[in-house]
């Protein structure tokens, strides 16, 4: 099946820069698949400015291209943490990489990525891209395999993604995490086989980039019949971007920028 996402239009040239902000990996396969993404959002928007940092492993860091941007004349930066859910990292760390932003730096944190209909129409590509028939939808019963958090908000979200999913047609879908939390992805393939009509399972790893976590997810899903691909740089998941670039830049439309001695850090969703 072939991805077929509208262009987003020009960017306006006086509007602010996005700086996605990646978790960075030892893994070089994460910063590889981040920058295929930041690729896959240019082409979408020609005109707007697309920057990356990652919070840890890979360069720059986010302080690093702040600090570059700054250095460029830029004053108004739109954060955009490249997340599935609202764990820790959006709530915590990266706020606090945030608010210590070059001095007259306007910065606003955009909200994470998930959920969205548009990462179901993704994590559907990369299955069948990877050999499901999208005729055996409705016999088919779907892990949804997530990285796992050891906050309660963001395991809550992967459960209500996989009832919105399962509403879309399929036999069946179970949640699955790859750390702290259970059942693993091996555990929700074999509870999916005694399921009544599901003749076939399917992994569907609810990640953005390869890494330690995607790969245990990959040997979880040993015994399923199909395992999609990571997320990566699915032209859906650059549109997921692009809207909470939107709408961030619309929720904070009316804040006033800093004065030249302060930075600014306003949050949207």
Do not use: N
């Amino acid at each position: 099946m072939r991805e077929t996402v509208p262009s987003a239009g020009p960017a306006d040239p006086f509007g602010p820069v996005l700086l996605v902000v990646a978790h960075g990996s030892r893994d070089p396969r994460h910063a590889r698949t981040v920058r295929a993404l930041v690729r896959r959002v240019r082409g979408l928007r020609p005109g707007l400015r697309v920057e990356v940092g990652f919070l840890d492993f890979d360069a720059p860091s986010v302080p690093q291209a702040l600090e570059s941007l700054a250095g460029q004349g830029v004053r108004d930066v739109i954060a955009l943490p490249l997340l599935l859910t609202r764990a820790f990292h959006a709530k915590a760390d990266i706020p606090a990489v945030l608010r210590a932003a070059p001095a007259g730096m306007r910065v606003r944190q955009a909200g994470v990525l998930g959920p969205s209909p548009l990462l179901l129409t993704a994590l559907e590509q990369r299955l069948y891209e990877a050999g499901l028939d999208p005729a055996d939808k409705a016999t088919t019963g779907v892990v949804l395999a997530s990285a796992g958090s050891t906050d309660p908000e963001a395991i809550a979200v992967i459960a209500d993604i996989a009832r919105e999913w399962r509403r879309t047609g399929w036999c069946a879908v179970r949640p699955a995490f790859a750390s702290a939390e259970l059942p693993p992805t091996e555990g929700a393939v074999r509870s999916l086989r005694g399921v009544p009509g599901v003749r076939q399972v399917a992994v569907a790893p609810y990640v953005l980039a390869p890494g330690f976590l995607p790969d245990r997810i990959a040997r979880g899903a040993a015994d399923a019949d199909v395992l999609g691909g990571v997320l990566g740089d699915s032209l859906f998941v650059a549109r997921v971007v692009l809207e909470r670039f939107d709408a961030c830049r619309r929720f904070a439309a009316g804040f006033a920028h800093p004065s030249a001695r302060t930075g600014h850090l306003a949050a949207a969703g």
